[in-house]
């Protein structure tokens, strides 16, 4: 499996698997086109969490989101994590595995946060480095989310986006770009947010996020607890075009409604996309 495998492959819409839909994806096999789990959730685990997996994965391709790989972090890599994150995907048959571009704790301590980087040439070769590590062990292209951020390092050298792209450039891992984040760091730290997508690289990314967030006025946070707003849907739009198209899901991890309201948010990410393939063919 390579980058290339992994960027051509545009399995549609999805929504994540969470334990409240459990009942009504095996019983009503709803119809939709793929699903995302935290690999998290089905580790270290027997029981109930890997039945459902099981046969969710019989009917429907599984992608694999983790929050515990710290790569980012001055510690040393947790190797059985990695060889248990591979025997998962092995599994369930997972086509992505991606997990954040963050720290989460030190000394072995887990913060249980999604911590952000200094974008820094130093803090670059060492992602880098790690990176490498990771896919020896997973053996295929690992894929990191560009994080939502509420603090920035004044040590900074470049932009998040100039960060993104050399770190993919110079290890061959593939994106997964949250379109939400985006447009809440923009807010948070004051950036354009169209100059970020304009300048993403395309040829890296393998898969699109999107989400609600709450405003609190002086800040955004990203919960997950909402439909996406009209911005990010503009957005979305226009990283769906620069793109080419590639797997998109939403996201809903707080006071999560039925299923169907997800399906049905999700959904809109179909429109843009027949939208486009519309006004393409048209003569």
Not at 136 to 165: C, G, H, Q, R
């Amino acid at each position: 499996m390579n980058l290339q495998d992994l960027t051509g492959r545009d399995l549609g819409v999805g929504i994540g698997l969470r334990s409240v839909h459990y009942g009504h994806v095996l019983d009503e096999k709803p119809e939709l086109d793929w699903f995302e789990i935290l690999s998290e959730n089905y580790m270290n685990t027997g029981g109930r969490p890997l039945h459902i997996l099981d046969q969710v994965a019989e009917r429907y391709p599984i992608v694999m989101h983790g929050v515990s790989m710290n790569i980012g972090s001055a510690d040393e890599l947790d190797f059985p994590y990695l060889r248990e994150l591979k025997a998962l995907r092995e599994r369930c048959g997972a086509v992505f595995l991606s997990d954040h571009l963050c720290w989460t704790g030190v000394h072995g301590q887990n913060l249980h946060d999604l911590l952000p980087m200094p974008y820094t040439d130093d803090a670059l070769k060492h992602l880098i480095g790690k990176i490498h590590q990771v896919q020896d062990v997973i053996e295929a292209p690992l894929v990191l989310e560009n994080p939502s951020t509420y603090l920035e390092f004044k040590e900074s050298t470049m932009t998040e986006w100039e960060f993104l792209a050399q770190m993919a450039k110079e290890s061959g891992c593939g994106l997964l770009l949250d379109v939400n984040n985006i447009y809440v760091c923009a807010r948070n730290h004051g950036f354009d947010p169209y100059e970020y997508l304009d300048n993403t690289p395309w040829d890296h990314v393998v898969q699109f996020h999107l989400a609600g967030h709450t405003d609190y006025g002086t800040h955004l946070l990203d919960t997950h607890s909402a439909p996406a707003c009209d911005e990010v849907w503009k957005m979305y739009r226009h990283a769906h075009k620069l793109s080419g198209g590639r797997s998109t899901l939403f996201e809903w991890d707080d006071e999560i409604p039925s299923f169907d309201d997800v399906r049905a948010e999700a959904h809109k990410a179909r429109t843009i996309r027949q939208e486009s393939v519309t006004m393409e063919s048209a003569p």
